[in-house]
């Protein structure tokens, strides 16, 4: 009997299993929408350094989307490793010797999407991004930061949406 029974498994566990050859374009999808800003103040120092008086703690930043309806949404994924749709990108897990804000915007409109970044009770920033996308891919190929264009995507080089802000 536990011979038929561990043959019965057998049989199912090799059934079950299916050779993934043809890479079945379906199963796949690209999402590449996140940003990474550096901010320093008109002085050079690091706004996101936690040795800084003056930066921007990640407990206080909230971030927000406007929805296509007009409806401004906070963003929270509890399911997330980034649940607020954002990570303070420290030294030591970059190994570079500045901190960084990795943004995931919003992606619920493809052209002029709008995300809000509240740093505090007083100071918000305006991120609006657009997308190329297909059946198996959306990515970000144009961020402005406070209306003002930071970046367009040049398919010829690959220059990454990193980008140093100065604030005052």
Do not use: H
């Not at 401004?72 to 509890?78: F, K």
């Not at 990570?87 to 995300?115: C, H, R, W």
């Not at 040049?154 to 140093?164: H, L, M, S, V």
Request: net charge negative; hydrophobic share 35%; charged share 25%.
């Amino acid at each position: 009997m536990k011979k038929i029974f561990f043959l019965l498994l057998a049989t199912a566990l090799i059934v079950s299993c299916s050779s993934d050859d043809n890479n079945n374009d379906n199963d796949y999808y690209n999402l590449d929408t996140d940003i990474i800003f550096t901010f320093k103040d008109s002085n050079g120092n690091d706004l996101l350094n936690p040795n800084n008086p003056n930066a921007y703690l990640s407990e206080p930043i909230k971030i927000f989307y406007l929805k296509e309806n007009g409806e401004i949404e906070e963003v929270y994924n509890s399911n997330l490793d980034a649940s607020r749709n954002f990570k303070i990108i420290t030294p030591e897990d970059s190994g570079s010797d500045i901190y960084a804000f990795q943004l995931f915007p919003n992606t619920y409109i493809m052209e002029n999407a709008v995300t809000y970044i509240e740093w505090n009770d007083t100071e918000t920033d305006i991120i609006k991004t657009n997308y190329r996308y297909g059946d198996n891919y959306t990515v970000c190929n144009k961020v402005w930061y406070n209306d003002t264009n930071v970046w367009t995507e040049n398919t010829d080089i690959n220059t990454g949406r990193i980008f140093e802000i100065i604030k005052n």
